[in-house]
């Protein structure tokens, strides 16, 4: 249960069956719920600070980063809910990611 659920609020909520999607970029991170026909059904999107110690440098703070996930994890969670969906009824989650080319790393 979210900090945002009551549980009479909770106990009036339909149970679903959502995938959930995390999309961690350079900027920021999203947290997409799609439904069984890839419908985005719920969304959240943050930013994060970005840190430039020096001239070409570029770094971030992983605590920020994780607090960042949850921020979006719960914040799609509480947009599902509103539609009247369990968070629970997010039965799976994927994480989107890049690498860059062994040129780059």
Request: proline letters at 5%.
């Amino acid at each position: 249960m979210g900090p945002s659920t009551s549980k009479s609020t909770e106990s009036q909520l339909e149970q679903g069956e959502f995938v959930g999607a995390l999309d961690c970029g350079t900027t920021s991170t999203r947290f997409i719920i799609f439904d069984a026909a890839a419908n985005i059904i719920a969304e959240h999107q943050a930013e994060f600070p970005q840190y430039y110690p020096h001239s070409g440098w570029h770094e971030h703070d992983p605590q920020e980063l994780y607090d960042v996930v949850l921020e979006c994890i719960d914040g799609a969670c509480e947009a599902l809910e509103a539609k009247g969906f369990h968070r629970s009824s997010v039965r799976a989650i994927g994480m989107c990611y890049f690498s860059l080319p062994e040129a780059y790393g």
